[in-house]
């Protein structure tokens, strides 16, 4: 296959849409966490040095254990450092000095009226009489309990209807574990905080390439007229990592890969790339849409005999040359456990649009390379002219979505060779986003944290695409409780899961490779 680049040729008609948040107040539950010290502090502080948040703004970091404010904000100079920017040093303090520390229980009452002090002196001493952010980033056992907490304190309580909406609530997948405690916790949210207040964010839909889709599909004339079963075969979904458990074990190992990955990242990606065109890029208009796309997807068959869902967990193999333990040998792993670490299903949508288009959808640990991408197969053309030259069966065209490791937009196409009178091959004509734009993309948690700030939901999912999915995918857990046994285990470092492509070949076709 063949690269062909385009080129940006006219910078002028850059239509951009940027917005600053205003004064705000952000208070960050679970301030220890890996992720709080990789991604949320350093992308405030991307944002804060950016200017496109006020200085009219302070940070609480708030857990159990005892640390004076120069101890936490050493902490998030030395992962701001590790995360690898390098604006640390120009404003460093303008943003360290409004970072500060709350200790607490996070269910008792106490912590809640320390935190209601600090933050009226704090609102006074940065003039900041706007937003009130509460992130949680804390087990999902833990974020009712503080959801309730936060209510009876009155630090987040009541936002009147009708009113803006300046208190907040950020919370992180996985949203439940399953139908009834994802309504459960939906009920324990909803005592306090309005839907237009919640905010639960995936950070996939924080990613360039996925926010692109849309952008792709109603910004251009060229693909929509296509974008139905007419013309598209089927679509793939993948989300391949090379790394393991990693030092998450405990978490993971009750999770597993359908919780963890399919039932957020991978059907919010599905829903952009199969609902339809929202009324207006209005954040309920959007979701609106992806939360009937949600609805409309047909029930799976959890019997294996089936293959319609199909897991897998990894065993010992190789990683970059190295070798890597099985998934039951890493540290905090049950030895005995039955967690899939990888997911493939075969989902029909029930729609005008996409009646009889496969969508297959994979995820797993520990494969032979990170790739996260959506490819779009188009049908074959019905009748080959070249028969006559012993063309019969052209490939197909296949646009591809790649959103890590190298962001871009992929479509294939069939062109004849200089040379000889009929000689074909594949192009490719290629996007490559940083190449195209010359500029990193940004990391995910700044878009999504800007948009909190500024009261934006479209990237966030709302409660009505949450149970869908779970409905949909009730009876496969039921089934894989029962019948825990049946897990195939893959070698670490493999491209190929039999089962998986068992269940793609079923219905004729192949995995695009990882
Ligand atoms: C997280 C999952 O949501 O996404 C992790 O909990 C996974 O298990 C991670 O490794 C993958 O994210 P990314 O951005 O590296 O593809």
């Given at each position: 296959m063949k690269e062909i680049f385009p080129i940006l040729r006219d910078r002028r008609p850059m239509l951009c849409i940027e917005t600053a948040a205003g004064p705000s107040a952000v208070v960050v539950f679970g301030a220890s966490g890996d992720l709080t010290h990789r991604k949320l502090f350093p992308s405030l502080y991307e944002l804060f040095s950016g200017d496109l948040i006020s200085k009219q703004f302070y940070l609480i970091g708030c857990r159990r254990s005892p640390l004076s404010d120069l101890q936490f904000r050493r902490g998030i100079q030395d992962a701001n450092g590790a995360s690898g920017?390098?604006?640390?040093?120009?404003?460093s303090e303008a943003f360290l000095e409004r970072c500060f520390y709350v200790q607490g229980d996070y269910r008792s009452a106490e912590l809640y009226r320390l935190l209601q002090d600090r933050m009226a002196q704090l609102d006074k001493q940065f003039r900041v009489d706007g937003v009130r952010l509460f992130y949680l980033s804390v087990p999902p056992k833990v974020v009712e309990d503080i959801a309730e907490r936060l209510a009876e304190s009155k630090?987040?309580?009541?936002?009147?209807?009708?009113?803006?909406?300046n208190v907040r609530l950020v919370i992180e997948k996985p949203f439940g574990r399953d139908l009834k405690s994802a309504i459960e916790l939906d009920r324990k949210l909803h005592l306090c905080f309005q839907e237009s207040q919640i905010y639960r964010i995936d950070h996939y839909l924080g990613k360039e390439t996925v926010q692109n889709i849309l952008v792709f599909r109603f910004a251009n004339s060229l693909f929509e007229p296509l974008w139905n079963r007419n013309y598209i075969d089927h679509v793939q979904i993948t989300i391949a990592e090379s790394l393991g458990v990693e030092h998450r074990a405990g978490y993971y190992d009750q999770t597993g890969a359908l919780r963890d990955m399919f039932q957020n990242h991978m059907l919010q990606m599905l829903s952009l790339v199969a609902m339809e065109p929202p009324a207006s890029f209005a954040a309920d208009h959007v979701r609106d849409e992806k939360a009937k796309l949600l609805r409309s997807l047909a029930p799976v068959s959890p019997n294996p005999q089936d293959m319609q869902i199909v897991r897998a967990q990894y065993g010992p193999g190789i990683i970059n040359g190295k070798p890597a333990v099985g998934y039951r040998q890493e540290k905090g792993v049950d030895p005995q456990s039955f967690t899939e670490t990888f997911v493939a299903a075969r989902l029909m949508v029930d729609n005008w649009r996409w009646k009889g288009v496969p969508f297959y959808l994979r995820t797993g640990k520990r494969l032979s390379r990170k790739l996260t991408e959506i490819v779009v197969v188009f049908k074959s053309i019905p009748h080959s002219l070249f028969q006559d030259v012993g063309i019969e069966e052209m490939p197909q065209n296949v646009l591809r979505f790649q959103i890590q490791p190298q962001e871009g937009t992929f479509l294939s196409l069939q062109a004849k060779r200089p040379g000889s009178k009929i000689c074909m091959s594949t192009l490719e004509m290629a996007v490559d986003y940083q190449k195209v734009f010359g500029v990193e993309m940004p990391e995910a948690y700044q878009r999504l944290l800007l948009d909190c700030l500024i009261g934006d939901q479209t990237l966030f999912t709302r409660q009505d695409s949450i149970i869908p999915t779970w409905e949909l995918l009730q009876p496969i857990i039921d089934q894989w409780i029962y019948n825990r046994e049946d897990i195939y285990i893959y070698q670490s470092?493999?491209?190929?899961?039999d089962p998986a492509d068992k269940l793609i070949q079923k219905t004729g076709h192949y995995w695009n490779t990882i």
């Open positions: 920017s390098d604006k640390w040093p120009a404003q630090l987040a309580c009541p936002a009147a209807p009708g009113h803006p909406q470092g493999t491209s190929k899961i």
